[in-house]
Nanobody, 126 residues
Framework: QVQLVESGGGLVQAGGSLRLSCAAS????????LGWFRQAPGKEREFAAA????????SYAGSVKGRVTLSRDNAKNTVYLQMNNLKPEDTAVYYC???????????????????WGQGTQVTVSS
């Protein structure tokens, strides 16, 4: 069983920055494919960013590309989402996701992930 705990959300003004963290339990973190998704009120959960297990590939949604950077620290069992130049439309609950599926591909849909965190709220004021 894998447990994921997100942190780092909060209230920020437009143009500001936040760094989200997701700490994972388990001994095989370096083998996980990891992703960040977000869900705004009244909307479906959508892909934000993901990284494959080796860290060789990342993918970003068009809505955040150029403003966010995904990275992983296998020594700390943690994945980070650095978000810059935040916009009000970035307001959402952000979820970390993981899967044991080993693939060099980057997984960008929610159904491809087996484990989810509880989410962290990001609110961007205009």
């Amino acid at each position: 069983q894998v447990q994921l705990v997100e942190s780092g959300g909060g209230l920020v003004q437009a143009g500001g920055s936040l760094r989200l963290s997701c700490a994972a339990s388990g001994r095989s973190f370096s083998l996980y494919n990891l992703g960040w998704f977000r869900q705004a009120p009244g909307k479906e959960r959508e892909f934000a960013a993901a990284i494959n297990w080796s860290g060789s590939r990342t993918s970003y949604a068009g809505s955040v590309k150029g403003r966010v950077t995904l990275s992983r620290d296998n020594a700390k069992n943690t994945v980070y989402l650095q978000m810059n130049n935040l916009k009000p439309e970035d307001t959402a609950v952000y979820y970390c996701a993981a899967t044991h599926t080993q693939t060099t591909m980057v997984l960008t849909t929610p159904y491809e992930y087996d484990y989810w965190g509880q989410g962290t709220q990001v609110t961007v004021s205009s």
